[in-house]
């Protein structure tokens, strides 16, 4: 029987993202390509990224969900604010 995670580098990591899937943002502790499958015959390996949130709780979502929290569409009225700064 292999492993069943292992770690894998990611250029956030230890920075402060969203998970587009629920909007929570927090920051990134870990990616892990975990086997998630929970038979002993078949193998599903999924990358998850582990976001420790404001709570202090981690949780996981897939890596395709994670973005830099600073990346927020900017609208009109945020803009004009931006500008008179």
């Known amino acids: 029987m292999s492993e ?3 770690y894998v580098p990611h250029r956030l990591l230890r920075r402060r993202v ?3 899937a629920s909007g929570v943002e927090g920051v990134l502790m870990a990616v892990i390509n975990e086997d998630v499958s929970d ?5 599903h390996w ?5 976001i420790r949130g404001a709570s ?6 897939a890596v395709a969900n994670v973005q830099p ?17």
Do not use: C
């Not at 038979?39 to 193998?43: A, F, G, P, V």
């Not at 999924?46 to 582990?50: I, P, Q, R, V, W």
């Not at 202090?56 to 979502?61: H, N, V």
């Open 18 to 20: 969203r998970d587009i």
């Open 4 to 6: 069943q995670y292992e």
């Open 69 to 85: 929290a600073y990346d927020q569409p900017q609208t009109a009225g945020r803009r004009r604010d931006l500008g008179s700064a």
């Open 56 to 61: 202090g709780r981690e949780f996981t979502t």
């Open 46 to 50: 999924m990358e998850l990224a582990y």
């Open 39 to 43: 038979s002993d015959t078949y193998e």
